[in-house]
């Protein structure tokens, strides 16, 4: 079925939204409009990417009217170093609105993943770019099947057993995205205090972090004040992760 984009416009009255059949990539037409000086909370989409973008080099799976693959040009008043919080708060708005449409409990896996008895149903990116922050969000919605070989294995909410249409999503999340962007925006530690309620990954769990050097072993213990994650390596040493993927060790 075609994305009624009208419906999600009389939604949301005042929003700029450009919808797209077949685009490479969401994020690169977002790029372009925040330099031709798109408002905060533009949303671009597409039905179909064919070189969706994920994080650390990966591909992201846009096969046509599956998922919702959509990028946000933000303007918040924020500093250059808020991404994590910024990423932070797209999970918080993404989880939250995943979860009121499909009445199932979900978890959040810093910094990007939004998960479903382990198997991811989400994931984000957010960026600097041309004085905007560019945030891309692709939510498994409809899909039956996912590629082989996912570096995580990949579900969607339709395959858990929820009918949850793309565009009382997209409605969902655009104005959940503002909240938790404004929530940042006023006070960061609230943002941290949100998601160490909302991820069972964020403290006592045993994972393997990679990084370009190593590959680290510990339990989580946290988030500092910026959002990065903190874990008790097992010889007892705290480190910071600033980047990478945290997976169950
Ligand atoms: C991740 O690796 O978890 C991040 C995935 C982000 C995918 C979305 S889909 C819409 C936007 N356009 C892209 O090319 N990527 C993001």
């Given at each position: 079925m075609l994305f009624k984009v009208e419906e999600v416009r009389a939604k949301l009255p005042g929003r700029q939204i450009d919808w797209y059949e077949t685009v490479g990539s969401t994020m690169t037409l977002a790029s372009e409009l925040a330099r031709e000086g798109a408002p905060h909370g533009t949303i671009v989409g597409a039905e179909e990417q064919?070189?969706?973008?994920?994080?650390?080099?990966?591909?992201?799976?846009?096969?046509?009217?599956?998922?919702?693959?959509?990028?946000?040009?933000?303007?918040?008043n924020l500093p250059a170093e808020s991404i994590p919080l910024v990423m932070l708060a797209l999970g918080l708005a993404t989880k939250e609105s995943m979860e009121g449409l499909a009445g199932l409990k979900l978890d959040l896996r810093w910094p990007n993943d939004i998960l479903i008895r382990e198997k991811k149903c989400a994931g984000m990116l957010a960026q600097w770019e041309a004085g905007a922050i560019l945030a891309g969000i692709g939510n498994n919605v409809g899909q039956t099947r996912f590629p082989e070989g996912l570096d995580t294995p990949a579900t969607s909410l339709r395959l858990e057993g929820a009918k949850v249409r793309r565009e009382e999503l997209l409605a969902e999340l655009a104005p959940a995205i503002d909240r938790f962007i404004t929530v940042g925006t006023r006070s960061p530690e609230e943002v941290v205090r949100r998601v160490l309620h909302e991820s069972t990954y964020v403290s006592g769990r045993r994972v393997r972090v990679e990084q370009p050097d190593r590959?680290?072993?510990?339990?989580?213990?946290?988030?500092?004040?910026?959002?990065f994650l903190k874990i008790r390596e097992d010889d007892g040493r705290e480190t910071t992760i600033f980047a990478g993927g945290v997976r169950p060790a």
């Open positions: 064919t070189a969706g973008i994920g994080r650390m080099g990966r591909s992201w799976d846009s096969q046509a009217g599956a998922g919702l693959y959509v990028s946000l040009i933000l303007r918040p590959t680290l072993v510990g339990v989580t213990c946290g988030l500092d004040a910026s959002g």
